[in-house]
């Protein structure tokens, strides 16, 4: 039976540090003052925060509506379903981006109360405009294209096709791993065996551009294969990045290192993290003010959280 808690349990995920690195004021307001904003007795401020913690930008909805038809595609792969031309998975993401750019201007006040069923995009919210600037809508348009073609083309495509030759593990779904009583969440695209090779393979979907980042976020993936299958070396894993805009694709074999470095990146991160909050077996957190603003103007710009920290 789900539980109403006042604070939310401590995990840990690449994003979640990363978003601790960018601003420690969108931290809170990510991982704790938006927590039970969901629910219909919550302050206004949880509220507040959750909602706006819901809101999305036209590349990271454009990003996630990718992800999800390249999931259908491959399950269709799998069960040996029809899979749909080039074409029409192009309409098909025009659809839901459409769909997007409609709730925004038009369903303001559904998203309102129900944040998490509709979207919002941050480009109308803020701009309080019926319009997407046209430099970021024609920008939309050559990376739809590129993306799909790219995917038909891209190795993954090509090996999951041979199906035969592969075992599928599972994709897009939480898993985590537990390191001193913390969750560690990891959400891996695709993950598959090849038979042929004996080897594992990772692979993460990229619709935007190559990151130094990218290598760490497999490795951790790495790291949780190994331990939930108890993978004697880290030699039979593959990882890969498909860069599907540019239509590349870059591949790592990890050492033990690598494990190691991201291992004690975690550690690092943790206690960091710790340092802020009042209560750490409780996961209660310092008061707000106790969380810092950043004062780089270009990442506010970006920020979901401007109407609370500029009011």
């Not at 379903?81 to 006040?109: A, C, M, T, W, Y």
């Amino acid at each position: 039976m789900f539980e109403v808690k006042p604070y939310p349990e401590l995990s840990w995920s690449l994003s979640r540090h990363k978003t601790m690195l960018t601003c420690l004021r969108k931290y809170a307001y990510d991982y704790y003052v938006s927590h039970n904003g969901w629910l219909k007795n919550a302050d206004s401020l949880a509220r507040q925060t959750y909602r706006l913690k819901k809101m999305t930008n036209l590349e990271m909805h454009f990003g996630s509506v990718v992800h999800d038809l390249i999931y259908q595609i491959i399950q269709r792969v799998i069960r040996n379903q029809k899979v749909p031309s080039q074409e029409e998975v192009i309409d098909e993401i025009r659809h839901h981006l459409n769909r997007g750019f409609v709730e925004s201007i038009k369903k303001e006040h559904l998203w309102n109360n129900r944040p998490k069923h509709y979207t919002m995009l941050h480009e109308i919210y803020y701009s309080q405009s019926n319009q997407l600037p046209d430099s970021k809508v024609e920008k939309i348009n050559v990376r739809l294209n590129a993306a799909v073609e790219n995917f038909f083309k891209s190795k993954t495509y090509i090996e999951v096709s041979k199906q035969d030759e592969m075992e599928f593990i599972d994709s897009e779904s939480f898993r985590h791993m537990k390191a001193d009583d913390v969750k560690i969440f990891v959400v891996m695209d695709l993950v598959y065996k090849d038979l042929q090779n004996n080897r594992w393979v990772i692979v993460d979907w990229k619709t935007g551009k190559k990151s130094e980042e990218d290598r760490h976020q497999l490795a951790l993936y790495a790291l949780y294969l190994k331990q939930k299958y108890n993978i004697q070396s880290i030699e039979d894993i593959i990882i890969r990045n498909e860069y599907l805009v540019e239509g590349t694709h870059v591949e790592y074999q990890l050492t033990e290192q690598d494990l190691i470095n991201v291992q004690h990146l975690y550690q690092i991160s943790m206690e960091e993290m710790k340092k802020y909050l009042a209560d750490e077996k409780k996961n209660e957190p310092l008061p707000i003010h106790e969380f810092p603003m950043q004062e780089k103007p270009h990442i506010c710009a970006r920020c979901n959280y401007q109407e609370l920290c500029f009011s």
